[in-house]
């Protein structure tokens, strides 16, 4: 109790003494109001600077200012060159084993340009605004992978650039960050940077190999050349990232009858729902059976056209069906499909869906609860004009609850605030990939300008083509590098080794 007073009167210091010595309309509004408003914000600046108010000022002030020299409040896809996306350098991808995203770095691919430091800065930062906005007070895992890097990938502006960004720009952000493969030429220069990031991020610094890296990340997050099973390989557009953003809303825009539909039914849902209880722990089928739900006429609204799944996933909390993959169809009749969860356990259990496609998808429910015994029905319906496509997420979270717990809107929200992410289970979901490819044929076949779509894909091959070209160049030209280095190094051990002979004799 003392420590939480301790840190509110040095909260409310430091919004004073910011107000008074700082705040002179030098900086962005917006990042002035979050301040005022956000307690999380002037803490998290507060232990980075282990609660020193003069050295939370400082960096609040280099922050801000920052910011607006950026204007990262302002950063959009469309303010960066769209080449810059198209390499693939850096992006968000995966998670580690404490649960972390990952901050992907592909050294290989960068090269020290000074006509584009300030767009690779920008960049950047548009990331880690973008994940900051999407999972707020959560940290990162930075990965830097330097496979098949050399000299020329070193810029050491840009490496200070991007300690400072978690030194100063976004405190607490950085959970640890993984030095991948460093090449021994790099050593020199890795000293340099640990001069950079301080005594309280030098422990944060791990360095890795093949045969250790698994450590800290699971082979199903890490790509094959790491030794992992994670078969993600880049590509844009769209962003490929899988950030999880907040739980969709159960009063989103509905502009669709059928989302009028499922939105009228949630009564009837919940009502299902507390019928399904059992006190002996069996799981009735009477939710899931679609015989007998065809046969109470209105009552199937919510899950008319839905396709059934076929799979269940095992879970220690519930069992997920489908196991992996959710299909679609192509016909305006098929733009939904059904997720069933049955709870295992003899307690109850609070869930929630996220999505990586907020604006594509409805969820209903999207944050309930499910007695012992008992199951739901989840519907995830495609809005409005929108198609599936294979970049799109689903995460299932799920929570053991006491006994004594609320099941409302309140309760559940305070629940997911305290519970450790250690009693979370998780499980994903991806899009059936051929319910899409036989839409995309569909749609191919029965369009009036098909004849354009087959010359838009020849140039588009065209294009992967010419990328692939490029790549093997830059393998070619990193092999060359790797060959001259061997030389070098025989031909100065032989240089000494002569040297050395003529003075003995």
Not at 105 to 127: N, R, S
Not at 329 to 350: F, M, P
């Amino acid at each position: 109790h003392f420590c939480q007073q301790d840190t509110e009167s040095k909260t409310e210091e430091t919004r004073q003494r910011f107000r008074t010595e700082y705040l002179q309309g030098k900086y962005d509004s917006r990042d002035v109001y979050r301040l005022m408003k956000d307690d999380d914000l002037v803490e998290g600046y507060l232990t980075w600077r282990l609660h020193v108010v003069e050295d939370a000022l400082k960096m609040i002030d280099d922050s801000f200012l920052w910011r607006k020299e950026y204007c990262v409040n302002d950063l959009t896809e469309s303010c960066i060159p769209k080449w810059m996306f198209e390499t693939g350098a850096v992006y968000l991808h995966g998670y580690d084993k404490e649960g972390n995203k990952l901050f992907w770095f592909k050294v290989k691919l960068h090269i020290k340009d000074a006509k584009t430091i300030l767009d690779k800065k920008k960049y950047v930062a548009f990331w880690l605004e973008r994940y900051s906005k999407q999972e707020p007070g959560k940290p990162l895992t930075v990965v830097f992978d330097m496979s098949e890097s050399g000299l020329s990938n070193i810029d050491m502006d840009f490496v200070k650039y991007i300690i400072n960004c978690f030194k100063v720009y976004y405190p607490k952000f950085l959970s640890k960050m993984i030095m991948y493969e460093m090449p021994w030429i790099m050593n020199a220069a890795w000293k340099i940077v640990k001069t950079w990031l301080g005594p309280e991020a030098i422990s944060k610094l791990k360095f890795v190999s093949k045969s250790d890296v698994q450590t800290y990340i699971s082979p199903e997050h890490l790509p094959p050349h790491m030794g992992g099973t994670d078969p993600f390989k880049y590509s844009y557009p769209p962003l490929p990232d899988d950030d999880f953003q907040s739980p969709i809303s159960d009063n989103g825009p509905v502009v669709s009858e059928e989302e009028n539909e499922s939105k009228d039914t949630e009564p009837e849902c919940k009502e299902s729902l507390d019928s399904s209880f059992s006190s002996d722990l069996v799981i009735r089928p009477k939710k899931v059976n679609f015989s007998e739900d065809l046969d109470r006429g209105d009552s199937i609204s919510r899950t008319k056209w839905v396709r059934k799944p076929q799979t269940t996933f095992k879970g220690t909390l519930i069992n997920i069906s489908p196991a992996e993959e959710l299909s679609f169809g192509s016909k305006d009749t098929e733009r939904k499909c059904l997720i069933i969860l049955n709870n295992v356990t003899k307690n109850q259990v609070a869930f929630k869906v996220r999505t990586t496609a907020p604006e594509k998808y409805r969820v209903k429910p999207s944050n309930t609860s499910c007695e012992a015994g008992a199951s739901v029905d989840i519907v995830v319906s495609l809005h409005g004009g929108f198609q599936a496509s294979p970049q799109d997420r689903f995460l299932i979270m799920a929570a053991e609850m006491e006994q004594s717990a609320g099941a409302g809107s309140p309760e559940l929200a305070q629940f997911w605030k305290e519970v450790p992410k250690t009693k979370i289970m998780e499980h994903r979901c991806l899009i059936h990939p051929q319910n899409l490819l036989y839409s995309t044929f569909l749609c191919y076949l029965y369009s009036p300008i098909s004849q354009y779509t087959v010359c838009f894909v020849h140039q588009l091959m065209q294009v992967m083509a010419s990328n692939c070209r490029l790549e093997k160049k830059l393998d070619m030209c990193l092999w060359v590098q790797k060959v001259l280095l061997v030389l070098v190094s025989f031909i100065v051990a032989f240089s000494f080794s002569a040297l050395y002979l003529m003075w003995t004799s």
